[in-house]
């Protein structure tokens, strides 16, 4: 449902062309040594393998079946067996399992097999001994001291309206409190969602999902086993599950479903040859739909969770799907300017709405089913009869693409999400423009709480903020990053200056006025209040805050 303008990692790529070049050199008989696990072996497990079985992922033997292959030591040490035997491929459970005919035994799981070059080049490393290779991370003190560097964060600045106590700085009194941690750069917040009874909040970025505690304002559950950029999250209508959507570019898409009561990933749903990008739950909770680049829509069931239909009306991306309120049909939205209106049951395309003259990024239903509205790089809000496929309005407002739209649950509202910065509220009725929220970042991801009080906006800085949907008055800003155990560090401001956090990102944070460090506690003391911090998530006005003398 967000446009693919967001940054893409340069790791894809770096991989691709280590393997390729791996590969190639089996394939032409011209290799020069015997290959290693660093040079040669690993970009293909990188590539294939490691989201799952990687040291980080051994707690949770759902996820990695207890096998970590994100070092040479993990792959000696295999589980409770050895899963390569050095001089014997054809012994090794490693190339049994990525070689099997059985498809619910091969690996990688769900998705296709390796490349027959990668395999020969797996064999051939243990039948030449399985060598380590030299770890690219191992370097002189000097140089690793030099390359240290670089893990170095860099500082992300929180605006306030706090005024500093007085004598902390020389300074006019109209200057304002910063909150300043080293914990950059953030990844782009891509994809939030409410969960039925507004009490949780999924925000999705690279490789994490957070799940807020909306009566709290803390991370419930911080989830890491995804692969990829994290392009949306959906809760299934009986608030139990939580879809996550996302993927390699090119590969594989990755969804998944985790259950909200623990945590844990209950089922991968494979199939999809490149990034899921958008999700979407039956109104009965049996069904998701998804939506990807391969030019695909499939609708899973979620019983056996085999997909029961593949839907292949589009001749591009898909970049969004949505059902209608009574599951009958539903709507995709694609890359190649169109989008269709497809029977549920039978797959039988009923309508398809056409005229815009750029990529068709987001789509939306309203809740009494009678009108779709879809948008994209065209900018324009276009409302659609879904019952005819007659265009009813077309309504401008933003400036450059419109990566999300979702309704309100009484359907009052339409809200939009823009590369403009902004989010927007429009009458859900009418298409008539209500307000305009300056989001502080190229806007990807956007979610009304149902009670319809609650706006979240997921932006390109890496951070989620909540809005009083009735005056578009900032409530917070959230941020969350994983910690070495899974867990996450997180933080939340008022625009008042009042916090809460973990206690890892409480000892790092900075006070600064205008760019200039101030001693931190006389300020801390005042605004670390984290009964403060729920207050304004409940959509209480704040008082600004006293320093005192």
């Known amino acids: 449902m967000h446009a693919p303008t967001r940054p893409r990692s340069r790791f894809v790529v770096i991989v691709c062309a280590a393997a390729a070049m791996s590969w190639l050199s089996v394939a032409t008989g011209r290799a020069l040594a015997d290959p290693t696990y660093w040079q040669d072996i690993r970009p293909i497990l990188r590539k294939n393998c490691t989201v ?7 707690k949770d033997v759902d996820v990695s079946g207890g096998l970590a292959l994100d070092s040479y030591a993990a792959i000696r040490k295999g589980t409770k067996h050895a899963v390569i035997e050095p001089g014997k491929s054809e012994a090794s459970i490693l190339v049994q399992r990525v070689t099997t005919e059985d498809g619910d035994q091969r690996m990688p799981l769900g998705a296709n097999p390796l490349n027959p070059a990668a395999i020969a080049l797996l064999r051939q490393w243990i039948n030449t001994g399985a060598k380590e290779g030299q770890n690219p991370e191992d370097r002189p003190a000097v140089v690793a001291a030099a390359t240290s560097k670089r893990t170095r964060k860099l500082d992300v600045t929180l ?13 006019s009194n109209s200057a304002k409190l910063e909150l300043a941690l080293k914990v950059g750069p953030l990844a782009p917040v891509t ?35 995804v692969l990829g950029a994290v392009n949306d999250v959906r809760f299934s209508p009986d608030g139990q599950m939580l879809a996550v959507a996302g993927g390699q570019p090119s590969a594989k898409g990755d969804l998944r479903l985790y259950s909200l009561a623990d945590g844990k990933l209950r089922a991968t749903l494979s199939g999809h040859d490149d990034v899921i990008f958008s999700v979407a739950f039956h109104p009965d909770g049996k069904r998701l739909a998804s939506a990807s680049f391969d030019k695909t829509v499939r609708i899973w069931n979620l019983t056996s969770h085999k997909a029961e239909r593949i839907l292949t009306g589009h001749s591009d991306f898909v970049y969004a799907v949505a059902f209608s309120p009574d599951g009958k049909w539903l709507v995709s939205a ?20 056409s005229g815009m003259d750029q990529d068709v990024l ?11 509205v879809s948008s994209g790089f065209d900018t324009g ?5 879904a019952q005819t496929g007659q265009r009813i309005r077309l309504q401008n407002g933003h400036a450059i693409a419109v990566h999300e739209l979702c309704f309100s649950k009484d359907g009052k509202r339409l809200v939009s999400a823009g590369a403009d910065k902004t989010i927007r509220v429009w009458d859900g009725a009418t298409g008539a423009s209500v307000r305009t929220i300056a989001a502080g970042s190229i806007a990807y991801a956007t979610a009304i709480r149902p009670d319809g009080k609650l706006i979240a906006s997921g932006t390109f800085d890496g ?24 867990r996450s560090e997180w933080l ?31 300020v801390s003391k005042t605004l670390d209040q984290p009964e403060s911090v729920v207050k304004a998530a409940r959509g209480e006005a704040l008082p600004a805050p006293s320093f005192g003398n």
């Open 381 to 385: 809000i276009y409302w659609w009869n």
């Open 52 to 58: 799952c079985h990687s040291t980080k992922n051994l």
């Open 191 to 225: 994809a939030v969602a409410f969960s039925p009874d507004g009490k949780l909040l999924a925000t999705g970025s690279y490789r994490q999902v957070t799940i807020w505690d909306l009566a709290t304002v803390q991370p419930v559950h911080t989830l890491t086993h």
């Open 159 to 171: 605006p306030t309206t706090a005024v500093p106590p007085k004598g902390l700085v020389a300074s």
């Open 463 to 486: 951070l989620v903020r909540l809005w009083d949907a009735a005056t578009g008055r900032q409530l917070l800003t959230l941020l969350s990053i994983p910690a070495e155990d899974d």
């Open 492 to 522: 939340a401001l008022t625009p008042e200056g009042y916090m809460a956090s973990s206690a890892g990102l409480a000892s790092s944070v900075q006070w600064r006025v205008a760019g200039k460090g101030i001693r931190a506690e006389p």
């Open 334 to 353: 694609s890359k190649d300017r169109s989008v269709k209106l497809v029977e549920t049951d039978t797959g039988t395309s009923r309508l398809t709405f």
């Open 362 to 372: 987001a789509v939306a239903v309203s809740p009494d089913g009678k009108n779709v």
